[in-house]
């Protein structure tokens, strides 16, 4: 079964860092375009980061120069990687992508579980 499951979420203060991993299992033949969003206690999910099949990167204009999203085809894997952590980018953070399975000819969205931030001030 085709699945996005998501790691590195923890507590960290203020000013710290977190990277997050977003691992595709499964039969995958390839990942397309993939994000990173997240939702915090009583408002919308929002996209953080995103990233092309090419790598291209688009990021939300409140992480933009602290947090970098890259990819490794190789391994199937998304990173979002955190630096100057604020007490504001605590939320669950999840992963969504679009991925093609092998034996198929489309891609389809997918949701990993989430994994949760928390920084301290």
């Known amino acids: 079964q085709v699945q996005l499951v998501e790691s590195g979420g923890g507590l960290v203060q203020a000013g710290g860092s977190l990277r997050l991993s977003c691992a595709a299992s499964g039969s995958i033949f390839s990942m397309n375009s993939m994000g990173w969003y997240r939702q915090a206690p009583g408002k919308q999910r929002e996209l953080v980061a995103g990233?092309?099949?090419?790598?291209?990167?688009n990021y939300a204009d409140s992480v933009k120069g602290r947090f970098t999203i890259s990819r490794d085809n190789a391994k199937n894997t998304v990173y979002l990687q955190m630096n100057s952590l604020k007490p504001e980018n605590t939320a669950v953070y999840y992963c969504?992508?679009?991925?093609?399975?092998?034996?198929?000819?489309?891609?389809?969205?997918?949701w990993g579980q989430g994994t949760q931030v928390t920084v301290s001030s």
């Open positions: 969504n992508g679009d991925l093609r399975a092998i034996g198929t000819l489309v891609y389809r969205n997918y």
């Open positions: 990233i092309t099949s090419g790598g291209s990167t």
